[in-house]
C-alpha cells in the first residue's frame, strides 16, 4: 500500500455535469500528479502541482483544472463533462522535482472511476 | 503520436521460465524510464527503473535493458510466478526521473502453472 489515498473511488456523472476528484498524498511528498487511463490505454499525463502551482501539463482542454492545498493533497476538477471523461483518473504523489530520490518514488492511488452517461 | 509503445497487448508463459516484456520509444529527449505492474481495481505498482546514462539495472527476478540506439527496453523476470500476472505498463520521462511520465499501452501478462 502506497499511502496515496483518493476518492470516491466510483463515481457516475451526466454529460454536461461537473466533478471533482480528491487525492491524498504519501507523507513527505509535495508534488501531485494526476493521470487520466482510458480503458485499454496506459495513462496519460494530465498535469502536475508542485508548490500548489501547477508545474507542467499534458495534452488536456482547460476545462481540466486542478489546485493542491498546503497539506499537498489535491483536487482534480472536470467541467463540462463528456462521454469521452470517462475513464480510471489516477493520482501519483512524489517528491519535488529534481529531488535526488524523485526518479523512484512516484506512488500511485487506486484511482477514481469516472463514468459519464 | 504514441511515444511510448507496447506492441504486445498479452504475453503467456509458463510459471518458472523466464518473461520478457518489450517497450519502444520515439522521443529522444525522454531519460529516465520506468516499469509498473497494475492489478485490476488498483493503481499502479513501480517495479523498477533505468536512467538512460546505464543499460542495465536488476532488482531481484527483474532486470531492465536499455538499448538507447534502438530507442528499445525490454523488462526480464526470472523466475516468473502466478503471481506475476497482472498489467504491465511501461513509462518514460524527459522531466527529471518519476515526473511527467509517458507511459505505454500496457501488456498482459498470465503466467501458467
Known amino acids: 500500500e502506497t499511502g496515496v489515498t483518493q476518492s470516491p473511488t466510483h463515481l457516475i456523472k451526466t454529460r454536461g455535469q461537473q466533478v471533482t476528484l480528491r487525492c491524498s498524498s504519501q507523507s513527505g511528498h509535495n508534488t501531485v500528479s494526476w493521470y487520466q487511463q482510458a480503458l485499454g490505454q496506459g495513462p496519460q499525463f494530465i498535469f502536475q502541482y508542485y508548490r500548489e502551482e501547477e508545474n507542467g501539463r499534458g495534452n488536456f482542454p482547460p476545462r481540466f483544472s486542478g489546485l493542491q492545498f498546503p497539506n499537498y493533497s489535491s483536487e482534480l476538477n472536470v467541467n463540462a463533462l463528456e462521454l469521452d471523461d470517462s475513464a480510471l483518473y489516477l493520482c501519483?504523489?512524489?517528491?519535488?522535482?529534481?529531488?535526488?530520490?524523485?526518479?523512484?518514488?512516484?506512488?500511485f492511488g487506486q484511482g477514481t472511476r469516472l463514468t459519464v452517461v | 503520436d504514441q511515444q511510448v509503445k507496447q506492441n504486445s497487448p498479452s504475453l503467456s508463459v509458463q510459471e518458472g521460465r523466464i518473461s520478457i516484456l518489450n517497450c519502444d520509444y520515439t522521443?529522444?529527449?525522454?531519460?529516465?524510464f520506468l516499469w509498473y505492474k497494475k492489478y485490476p481495481a488498483e493503481g499502479p505498482t513501480f517495479l523498477i527503473s533505468?536512467?538512460?546514462?546505464?543499460d542495465k539495472n536488476e532488482d531481484g527476478r527483474f532486470t531492465v535493458f536499455l538499448n538507447k540506439s534502438a530507442k528499445h527496453l525490454s523488462l526480464h523476470i526470472v523466475p516468473s510466478q502466478p503471481g506475476d500476472s497482472a498489467v504491465y505498463f511501461c513509462a518514460a520521462s524527459a522531466d527529471q526521473g518519476a515526473q511527467k511520465l509517458v507511459f505505454g499501452q500496457g501488456t498482459r501478462l498470465t503466467i501458467n502453472p
Open positions: 522521443n529522444s529527449m525522454f531519460d529516465y
Open positions: 501519483a504523489s512524489s517528491l519535488a522535482p529534481g529531488h535526488p530520490v524523485s526518479n523512484t518514488e512516484a506512488f
Open positions: 533505468i536512467s538512460s546514462i546505464k
